[in-house]
């Protein structure tokens, strides 16, 4: 089968960094994505990883080991508007989009 | 306004009845999706179409039914409700420019409750 591991839930402080993992075993890779969704609303893209690496931007940075199967969003400088669901989500071999069922991402102050 | 929208945003409806959940987008994108999100669960795909004449099975397409009206439409029926369709249903868009790898642009969502 195919699946996709995330914690289901993290908690951090404001102003500190957290970093969210992702493990996949999929038929195949295509690409990875991250998706940001606040409670209630509708998710939004975040970032995508299809060479293995650290992709930065801004505070929010993702990176991704193919031979692992492994990625992780690493978030700096967190923020209280940074609460919110994490999904991670890959692409098969048939061009699949796989979903994590997501980590909710909580920011104590 | 927003560049996917979903209508309604929310319904309440019994077993047995047949709803509609319209999706509507402004984006210019030829591939549409629906998606469905449950608690503990990741998205699963219903159905999606990459223009309107091309209509496709996601992994959970039993009791659903889309169409393409035009480019920037697509609909779900739910022909005849039960309660395990109660969940939060999602439309998406991406361009097909962007091939398979291209990011997805989501509507704000359609809370359906089946009693």
């Known amino acids: 089968g195919q699946n996709i591991d995330q914690p289901t839930e993290m908690t951090a402080t404001e102003g500190a960094i957290v970093q969210i993992n992702c493990t996949y075993q999929t038929s195949g890779f295509n690409g990875l994505f991250w998706y940001q969704q606040h409670a209630g609303e509708a998710p939004t893209f975040l970032s995508y990883?299809?060479l293995d690496g650290l992709e930065e931007k801004g505070r929010f940075s993702s990176f991704l080991s193919r031979s692992k199967g492994y990625s992780y969003l690493l978030l700096k400088e967190l923020q209280m508007k940074d609460s919110a669901s994490y999904l991670c989500?890959?692409?098969?071999?048939?061009?699949?989009?796989?979903w994590g069922a997501g980590t909710k991402l909580i920011i104590k102050p | 306004d927003a560049d996917v929208t979903q209508t309604p945003r929310n319904r309440i409806t019994k077993t047995g009845k047949r709803i509609m959940l319209e999706c509507s987008q402004t984006?210019?994108?030829?591939?549409m999706y629906w998606y469905r999100q449950d608690p503990g669960l990741g998205l699963q795909l219903i159905y999606y179409?990459?223009?309107?004449?091309?209509?496709n099975k996601g992994e959970i397409s039993d009791g659903y039914s889309v169409s393409r009206q035009a480019q920037a439409k697509f609909s779900l029926s739910l022909e005849s409700a039960i309660p395990n369709q109660t969940a939060l249903y999602f439309c998406a868009t991406s361009d097909s420019e962007r091939g398979d790898t291209g990011e997805l642009f989501f509507g704000e969502g359609s809370r359906l409750t089946v009693l």
């Open positions: 984006k210019g994108h030829d591939r």
């Open positions: 179409s990459f223009d309107v004449k091309d209509i």
């Open positions: 990883n299809v």
């Open positions: 989500a890959v692409i098969n071999s048939n061009y699949q989009l796989i």
